[in-house]
């Protein structure tokens, strides 16, 4: 099920305001708040290169985090929104939810793939693509699988996966309203060449539109 959620950590801003904000980034920290759950929002701070370096990670939107602060009840949360400055495009505030164990939330769960032994398409040389090694699920907060999984046994080239034919954990479902496809079949690259050459060699041999099939000539002239 959930695996290790990522550890954010924050301090608590004293004082609120333009000028608390402000000192916070003269001191190098980002100023945020954590809001909901029930209880009344908490003023924080985030290290500047702590912040940048889980925003150039990539869906820092879509994460959970684990939540600490000296003081307080480790909490999950997940960002709801990043204030950035206009010129330099750096982070100057950021948002954060505290979640409820009930809470649903959207999340990119990992793609785990098995079966590659006993899949007819692999023995032949044939090639895996993912096309979605993380797919976008809607989750309860409580929980959370570490990842889901495709089950290669039995395909053949030019099969695919698609979402329809992976088994969900319980009360997760996709946010995409179709039946994607997560992951495809494809023949080896050498085949594919050698249908490429022979499909070439097929159309030098035919005779261009408009002409003559030489052997037609010479069965009209006997």
Same mark, same amino acid.
Do not use: W, Y
């Given at each position: 099920m959930a695996g290790e959620i990522p550890d954010l950590i924050a301090e608590a801003r004293t004082g609120t305001g333009k000028g608390a904000a402000r000192q916070?980034?003269? @001191?190098g920290k980002v100023p945020g708040i954590v809001y909901g759950g029930g209880v009344d929002p908490m003023p924080i701070q985030i290290p500047f290169n702590v912040l940048l370096k889980n925003l150039k990670a990539g869906r820092f939107l879509s994460t959970l985090f684990n939540m600490k602060v000296e003081g307080?009840? #480790?909490v999950r949360v997940i960002c709801r929104n990043v204030q950035r400055d206009v010129v330099k495009d750096l982070p100057t505030h950021v948002d954060?939810?505290?979640l409820r164990r009930t809470s649903k939330v959207n999340l990119f769960i990992a793609v785990d793939v098995i079966g590659e032994d006993a899949c007819p398409a692999l023995k032949k040389g044939g090639v895996l693509t993912m096309v979605r090694p993380e797919v976008e699920l809607r989750v309860t907060a409580a929980d959370i699988p570490e990842s889901i999984v495709i089950d290669l046994t039995g395909l053949d080239i030019g099969d695919t996966v698609t979402i329809s034919s992976v088994n969900l954990p319980d009360g997760a479902t996709p946010t995409i309203d179709r039946d994607f496809v997560i992951a495809n079949l494809t023949a080896p690259s050498a085949l594919l060449s050698a249908e !490429? =050459?022979?499909d =070439?060699? !097929?159309a030098a041999a035919a005779p261009a539109e408009g @002409? !003559? #099939?030489p052997a037609e000539? =010479?069965?009209a002239e006997e």
């Open positions: 916070a980034r003269r @001191e307080e009840e #480790d954060f939810m505290r !490429d =050459d022979a =070439d060699a !097929d @002409e !003559d #099939d000539e =010479d069965v």
